[in-house]
């Protein structure tokens, strides 16, 4: 069974700081995905890794994924209060699988 | 920028009855798909359709469960009857291409269903 754990699932921050959210999965893969989402609101695709070393970045967000460690990096610079959602990463693992498994979510909270 | 239409975007609905979610994909998209988030929880994959038939479903999707694309536009989700356990939200998906393609991809914005 495909395994995608997200950690921390929770994470209160302040303005200005840095960090980052990690998803790890348990099979191959070179499809990696980021969503964010509002309370109540659909799923955003925020970037769609591709391949080993991907790297991604849109404004204070930058995405990496390294297939090898079977780990995407989701990072966080100097965070605004605008960031605050939950950040989902999911992965498609082809083989005949159609759908996306996505991990359980990072719940970001960024405080003034 | 094209969307995935859904409605309605809230439904309530009495244990045992049966409903009908709606969903407008992409209109050059080829492969449609639901999810389900229960509250607080992931989003999980319900069932892929391609082609005019179902590509692949989950083991949530049981005969409970069907999906039709009654008229070339429209990709509707029917619970024949619903269960307390089947209040979520529900998200349609669409990807231009197959499966994993570089465009991602496009969740609608959600039907949420309470089954009381």
């Known amino acids: 069974e495909l395994k995608v754990e997200q950690n921390p699932l929770f994470l209160s921050m302040q303005e200005e700081k840095n960090y980052t959210i990690y998803c790890n999965y348990s099979t191959t893969s070179d499809r990696l995905y980021w969503y964010r989402q509002d309370p109540g609101k659909s799923l955003e695709s925020l970037f769609v890794l591709l391949s080993n070393g991907a790297v991604k970045q849109e404004g204070r967000l930058m995405a990496s994924l390294d297939t090898k460690a079977r780990l995407s990096t989701l990072h966080i610079t100097a965070a605004v209060h605008d960031l605050s959602a939950t950040y989902f990463c999911?992965?498609?693992?082809?083989?005949?699988?159609?759908?996306?498994?996505f991990g359980k979510g990072t719940h970001l909270i960024i405080q003034p | 920028e094209p969307e995935v239409t859904q409605t309605p975007s809230h439904q309530v609905t009495q244990m045992g009855q049966e409903v009908i979610l709606r969903c407008v994909p992409i209109?050059?998209?080829?492969?449609f798909y639901w999810y389900r988030q229960i509250l607080g929880q992931k989003v999980e994959f319900l069932v892929s359709f391609y082609n005019n038939e179902i590509s692949e479903k989950s083991e949530i999707f049981d005969d409970q469960f069907s999906v039709e694309r009654p008229d070339g536009s429209n990709f509707t989700l029917k619970i024949r009857s619903t269960k307390l356990e089947d209040s979520a939200m529900y998200f349609c998906a669409s990807i231009l291409g197959r499966p994993g393609a570089v465009g991602g991809y496009t969740f609608g914005s959600g039907t949420r269903l309470t089954v009381v």
């Open positions: 209109s050059n998209h080829l492969y």
């Open positions: 999911a992965i498609y693992s082809g083989g005949g699988a159609d759908g996306l498994t």
